[in-house]
Nanobody
Framework: QGHLVESGGGLVQAGGSLTLSCASSKHIFSTYAMGWFRQTPGKEREFVAVITWSWGSTDYADSVKGRFTISKDDAKNTVHLQMNELKPEDTAVYFC??????????????????WGQGTQVTVSS
């Protein structure tokens, strides 16, 4: 079992909000970047958001900009994804991931070293 554990998924109506959390049982060093991805059946895993642990720099997929916010809690080794104005097309399994030594903001699945098991988010219309 990995050391990243997601929580907070569930069923929500369109327009609603959810907050996902990703807790790491290992210390997150300043060299890390933490990301969120999502995946629907039959599709590739898609980048959602990323935050660097040192400076808190962030980036988002265009599809979620202005609606989702990624944040971190250094003391708790936890990263959050606040999701507002949810749409049915946001329905997916959401995964947390860690890039141990980022050079640039990691936007690709291959950039990441560790993955959580995923949490289901379902948005009903």
């Amino acid at each position: 079992q990995g050391h990243l554990v997601e929580s907070g998924g569930g069923l929500v109506q369109a327009g609603g909000s959810l907050t996902l959390s990703c807790a790491s049982s290992k210390h997150i060093f300043s060299t890390y970047a933490m990301g969120w991805f999502r995946q629907t059946p039959g599709k590739e895993r898609e980048f959602v958001a990323v935050i660097t642990w040192s400076w808190g720099s962030t980036d988002y997929a265009d599809s979620v900009k202005g609606r989702f916010t990624i944040s971190k809690d250094d003391a708790k080794n936890t990263v959050h994804l606040q999701m507002n104005e949810l749409k049915p097309e946001d329905t997916a399994v959401y995964f947390c991931a860690a890039d141990k030594h980022y050079v640039h903001l990691p936007l690709n699945e291959a950039d990441y070293d560790y993955w959580g098991q995923g949490t289901q988010v379902t948005v009903s219309s």
